[in-house]
């Protein structure tokens, strides 16, 4: 019966602090462009279509923007870019150069992982 009661505090507990995206989740990224300051240091799953590449080599620069239903977003990564107009789910970090009486200024996506998308057989 204790385990149970914790089982469920813990659940309450993790629905009840408002934190933006919860661990697997895929986040909208209206929900990023809408309040910027609520994600800023959070990692957060998205899942869209990579579109509008750009690789600048002299300053190791890349980013594409990736497009779900509700928006889009500019993402920058490290990794090779990805196939444009095929559907990919990341793992990033949101970022905000600076916050001025709330209001997020400078606002970066820097993914941190890819998932692989799963083959049809």
């Known amino acids: 019966m204790k385990k149970w009661l914790a ?11 408002g934190y933006p995206a919860l661990a697997g989740e895929i986040t909208p990224i209206k929900e990023i462009n809408a309040a910027p300051v609520n994600f800023d240091g959070q ?22 923007v990736l497009e779900d239903s509700s928006g889009e977003i500019t993402v920058l990564t490290e990794f090779d870019l990805p196939k444009m107009n095929e559907e990919i789910t990341i793992r990033a970090k949101v970022k905000s150069l600076a916050i001025v009486k709330g209001d997020a200024l400078g606002l970066t996506v820097t993914e941190l992982e890819r998932y692989e998308q799963q083959q049809k057989i």
């Not at 469920?8 to 629905?15: D, G, I, N, P, V």
């Open 43 to 64: 990692e957060v799953k998205l899942k869209g279509i990579p579109k509008n590449p750009t690789r600048l080599p002299l300053v190791n620069l890349k980013s594409y």
């Open 7 to 17: 089982h469920m505090l813990l659940m309450l507990a993790t629905l009840t602090t």
